[in-house]
């Protein structure tokens, strides 16, 4: 997590700052465009979920409570942080993790950019996505041992195309550093071995105003499949057109506009975004 000053204890609530979360197995470098295209009022606050390459490790033999341990340890980065409740804006796994810190009581908003944990235990949808990861988690180790490999722009396109809507466009090192990110993540080999490690509790409530954004062009959560346990929670949804199922590095413009109206309680429900351009 990118450190702000530590004070001696919590502040009440912390309106200005914004937890960023990344979806796994990547990284807090995803959110850096989109942190540069923030309002200067808002302090952005880009966490590394454990699990993750350069993140706190999972307790070994514990992969049953991997979710958990996650959550506990964003709590923990708030507390150092002297953070006591901020707006959370979430990707994917990220997403998940910004609904439980809002059922916590650690967000002031909720904002979730294609979230996981919409599908039904067991259900084929769930299977896709382990596949999917099993696939991307086996590819990215052998091209992590050969990243030049990336410097073609037609194998960049190949590698990123599932996350992105114009893959074409990911600079090398970016791809580079995502490939790194993949091959490297503790909680998506627990998530692959072990099918406790991947169980993302349902969500309960709405702990904040939340918004859910899905992306237009999701190759990893598409479907009606994907949104299945979030219905019952009443959230207001829309989708943002263009955009993979990383839109932070499709439109970060767009993303950080996104984050803004979310944070100022201005952004209109049931709407379909358009991109900044």
């Not at 100022?264 to 709407?271: D, N, V, W």
Request: with cysteine; glycine share 10%.
């Amino acid at each position: 997590m990118e450190r702000q000053p530590s004070a001696d204890s919590p502040r009440p609530d912390t309106p200005g700052h914004v937890l960023l979360l990344h979806g796994m197995g990547c990284g807090p470098w995803v959110w850096r465009d989109v942190t540069a295209a923030l309002p200067a009022h808002l302090t952005p606050v880009a966490a590394t979920i454990a699990g993750h390459r350069g993140g706190t490790r999972l307790e070994r033999r514990a992969d049953r409570r991997a979710p958990d341990q996650m959550l506990d340890d964003l709590e923990r980065q708030l507390d150092d942080l002297g953070l006591a409740r901020v707006h959370v804006v979430g990707n994917s796994l990220g997403g998940w993790l910004a609904l439980r810190l809002a059922e916590r009581g650690r967000a002031l908003s909720a904002l979730c950019l294609a979230p996981a944990g919409g599908w039904r235990p067991g259900s084929l949808g769930e299977r896709m996505v382990v596949s999917r990861f099993v696939v991307g988690h086996r590819f990215a180790r052998r091209v992590a041992r050969s990243p030049r490999l990336l410097r073609s722009a037609g194998f960049r396109r190949t590698m990123m195309a599932p996350v992105a809507h114009q893959p074409a466009r990911i600079p090398y090192e970016d791809a580079v550093t995502f490939v790194s990110d993949l091959a490297d993540c503790q909680a998506l080999r627990a998530a692959i071995g072990h099918p406790e490690a991947r169980e993302l509790d349902a969500i309960l409530r709405l702990g904040a105003p939340t918004t859910i954004a899905w992306s237009g062009d999701d190759k990893v959560l598409s479907g009606p499949w994907a949104r299945e346990g979030f219905a019952h929670l009443g959230a207001d949804e829309i989708t943002v057109p263009g955009v993979g199922h990383l839109p932070m590095l499709d439109d970060p413009r767009g993303v950080a506009a996104l984050v803004a109206a979310r944070v100022s309680g201005s952004l209109p429900p049931g709407r379909t975004a358009s991109r900044a351009g």
